[in-house]
């Protein structure tokens, strides 16, 4: 049996070569954590309130369920999926157009299944990226297509988004250099965490930037069906050129309440799908055909989004107005369900807080609210409406809850 230290040596650099496993330094959701933990054990008798979980709060539609179940049982489903089920494609294909209004998929050559988003965004760096080849990032955000373009020697230019550019990256600030290497541009509308919305004249504005400069836009619409207040879901693939210069990803995670079915699709141009699928083909088999089925339930069924959409819109309403009672500058996002709240200065007559990281633990051990902290560009934390709560009385309880413990204090702004 081979040692400990011998394995040690052998670690690739890109997890931290033979220093893998010695990192000391807590990561923010290890610390969120942690602080969790500490504040219920020293406070057992208050009920701790987790905006901070960025995962829907209840079961899928019955309907979803049901079809998982009736497919599961059948013995010709049993198999590998490999790259999906053609009924899937065709599926996602009107849901595109039905919802967002995109015309012309093909299905056979221009969609293709992930089992969820975030391994389609791991994937996507394998079929482009050479060492020294740039992805262009948005801060604060995802970083999982990032990580994998680090880990093949490639290079990651992050773009802030500030509050003065309605949280949109500014990619006049590129250089030529950068412009010429970069091969991926990675979006986000509605964005995590911000809560921002695109507009298709920034949309516009992409096409045009990819196709001047030959980059690949990736767009990641985890949140584009959550949208409110008359606000139409819009898609990247609706603006005129955007199938010759990239693809969107939708999941259907948020919007179906799926996150732990992984279930997306990858739509748009052919090439790039065509590069995806043969990745994805050697990285796994499919997902559960009758997983695929279930899905296309839902995306036949775009009104259980709608329903979901109410309950958020719902929440951000009350919180919006009891943290804007209090003294936060916040207005309410048009999609999502991620509420961006720039933190106070301080207390009054009182401690002050020099990140969101300090503030985001203040509110854990002091009121026992869980928010996630971001000091990428600015510093803000993220409340997340999909806190547990059953019906529109509890939620107006949660949500009175949060104005009782902030109220006790004054803030300084």
């Not at 010429?180 to 964005?191: E, G, T, V």
């Not at 991620?338 to 503030?359: D, H, N, Q, T």
């Not at 547990?388 to 939620?395: R, T, V």
Request: a negative charge.
């Amino acid at each position: 049996m081979m040692s400990d230290s011998f394995i040690q040596q052998l670690f690739a650099d890109r997890i931290g070569g033979n220093q893998f496993g010695k990192d000391t330094v807590l990561y923010k959701f290890e610390k969120i954590k942690r602080a969790k933990a500490a504040a219920k054990k020293a406070h057992p008798d208050v009920e701790l309130i987790d905006m901070g979980v960025g995962e829907p709060d209840e079961m899928a539609d019955e309907g979803i369920v049901r079809t998982l179940a009736e497919e599961a049982a059948k013995p010709e489903n049993r198999g590998y999926a490999d790259n999906g089920v053609a009924e899937f494609k065709v599926a996602a294909a009107q849901y595109l157009e039905k919802v967002f209004g995109v015309t012309g998929i093909d299905p056979e050559k221009e969609v293709n299944h992930a089992i969820g988003s975030k391994p389609a965004l791991a994937m996507m760096p394998a079929a482009f990226i050479n060492p020294g080849d740039i992805t262009i990032m948005t801060v604060p955000g995802y970083p999982v297509m990032g990580t994998h373009t680090k880990w093949l020697g490639g290079e990651v230019v992050n773009l802030p988004l500030t509050a003065e550019n309605n949280f949109l990256p500014d990619i006049d600030s590129l250089t030529e250099d950068q412009k010429k290497r970069a091969k991926l541009l990675y979006i986000n509308y509605p964005n995590n965490p911000t809560g921002a919305s695109a507009t298709k004249e920034f949309y516009e504005k992409i096409v045009q930037f990819a196709k001047a400069n030959d980059i690949i836009v990736i767009s990641d619409s985890a949140y584009a069906a959550l949208t409110f207040d008359g606000e139409k879901p819009l898609s990247f693939l609706s603006v005129e050129g955007a199938k010759e210069v990239g693809v969107e990803i939708h999941s259907l995670s948020k919007a179906y309440n799926m996150t732990g079915w992984r279930m997306a699709f990858v739509a748009g141009n052919e090439l790039v799908v065509k590069a995806f699928a043969t990745v994805k083909d050697n990285n796994d088999s499919g997902q559960f055909i009758p997983i695929q089925k279930a899905a296309m339930y839902g995306l036949q069924n775009p009104e259980i989004t709608e329903k979901i959409s109410e309950k958020y819109s719902r929440r951000h309403n009350m919180l919006v107005d009891v943290l804007n009672e209090i003294g936060f500058q916040v207005k309410k996002p048009k999609g999502s369900f991620y509420l961006y709240v720039a933190i106070p200065k301080g207390i009054k007559g009182g401690r002050s807080f020099a990140s969101a990281e300090e503030f985001c633990q203040y509110l854990i051990t002091e009121k026992l609210i869980s928010t996630v902290p971001w000091d990428d560009a600015g510093n803000f934390i993220r409340f997340s409406v999909t806190f547990q709560a059953k019906g529109e009385a509890a939620e107006k309880k949660v949500i009175e809850e949060i104005r009782c413990r902030l109220t006790d204090v004054e803030f300084e702004f």
